[in-house]
């Protein structure tokens, strides 16, 4: 098994590890789609609309709602989760998704991203993770619970 931050793999803190868990997902998924061939993505995307329609949602996978652009974290999670089921690598060496995604999220994206806040602690010390193993990236990626408190120290 991977070694995780304590937290993020201690039985105590169950909340912390899945919002770890989730920002690894949300993370490597947006990274990891941006950087995969045209043919490669066409292939996630519909992957992603076949887990759709085996949860039996009517509508096109990414629509939340009529009218409303779907969040860019939770369209993340719903690539991460569909390069899974493809078993396209994470781009981290030696990190598998199974380290990271449970059966249920396996099934379902929502319910992994359910967990994910992205200015919380554990996005921060995922990120803090993912950048020791060199994995780069997008500096959208990066803005978590580190850089609101640094961005509130300019704004009172």
């Not at 602690?121 to 803005?143: H, K, N, S, V």
């Amino acid at each position: 098994m991977r070694k995780f931050p304590v937290l993020a793999s201690s039985f105590w803190h169950p909340i912390y590890r899945n919002r770890f868990r989730a920002a690894l997902l949300v993370t490597i998924g947006a990274t990891g789609f941006s950087m995969l061939e045209p043919p490669l993505r066409v292939a996630v995307d519909q992957k992603c609309d076949q887990i759709n329609k085996a949860l039996g949602n009517i509508l096109p996978w990414g629509v939340t709602q009529r009218g409303f652009e779907p969040d860019v974290d939770y369209l993340a999670a719903w690539h991460g989760v569909a390069m899974a089921h493809l078993e396209l690598t994470t781009g981290v060496d030696g990190l598998t998704w199974s380290e990271f995604l449970s059966a249920w999220s396996m099934r379902d994206p929502g319910h992994a991203y359910a967990a994910f806040r992205r200015f919380h602690p554990a996005t921060d010390d995922a990120i803090a993770y993912l950048a020791t193993t060199g994995f780069e990236m997008a500096p959208r990626i990066q803005q978590s619970h580190a850089w609101l408190a640094a961005a509130r120290q300019h704004y009172p």
